[in-house]
């Protein structure tokens, strides 16, 4: 089932949703809406060429990176040890964002999702300091690669990555499971399952185990939300 939503600040129960994830459509890319989106595993993602309002999804299996899990290759430990690149944490995300958008032709692919109001929304909320970057320069100080997604708790949901020279956005990936290994983070949401996340150690979960980890007393809500027959979160 697909929901249309209306201005107030409400989700219907994720578990409602279509076979593909699809849950709902409308609203906006509010900071507000985003928060509660993103505490309850939903996101955007949409055409926005085709699309005059954004679409919200939430697959009942979640695929994942623990960070404990990440796999690094032979290759990528040779890469990491040539010491070619550097990687830093939340330094541009404005040029990162912008390289997911544009490399490789992207922003003008069929079904191009992270145009100008994505880009803008996902900016507001790192100014907010929910969504951060993971920046891969090279020895010149240019970007050449690297991801960025939102931070709920102790958790990233990853959005999108991007690599101008090889491997760029698989050394982002590693640094930043890393970085959460070291400081206790718990999980590495992938969104979609790809063969270069599925090579790092990314795995499907249940929903219900994803939302515990995502935030503790969630699916215990949800269940009260559902007996009491109101079926939204807010």
Request: with cysteine; glycine share 10%.
């Amino acid at each position: 089932m697909v929901f249309e939503l209306t201005d107030d600040i409400v989700f219907p129960d994720p578990r409602l949703g279509d076979d593909d994830g699809l849950l709902a459509v409308g609203g906006d890319l509010s900071e507000e809406r985003l928060l509660l989106a993103y505490s309850y595993g939903i996101f955007p993602w949409f055409s926005f060429r085709d699309w005059p309002y954004p679409a919200w999804y939430c697959p009942m299996r979640r695929f994942v990176i623990f960070p404990g899990e990440v796999h690094i290759s032979h290759s990528m430990r040779s890469l990491m040890n040539k010491d070619e690149y550097k990687v830093t944490f939340n330094q541009d995300f404005e040029g990162v964002i912008k390289g997911c958008s544009t490399a490789g032709g992207r922003f003008y692919a069929n079904g191009a999702w992270l145009g100008d109001d994505m880009i803008k929304a996902y900016s507001r909320m790192n100014a907010l300091g929910y969504a951060k970057s993971v920046d891969v320069w090279n020895s010149k100080g240019e970007l050449v690669g690297g991801l960025y997604g939102m931070v709920m708790g102790d958790c990233f949901i990853g959005e999108s990555m991007f690599s101008l020279v090889p491997n760029a956005s698989k050394l982002a990936l590693i640094y930043l499971a890393k970085l959460m290994e070291r400081v206790g983070g718990r999980m590495i949401d992938c969104q979609l399952e790809t063969a270069h996340l599925r090579s790092m150690g990314g795995r499907f979960i249940s929903y219900d185990e994803y939302l515990e980890i995502l935030h503790p007393g969630a699916l215990a809500l949800l269940d009260k939300e559902s007996s009491e027959s109101s079926n939204t979160i807010e």
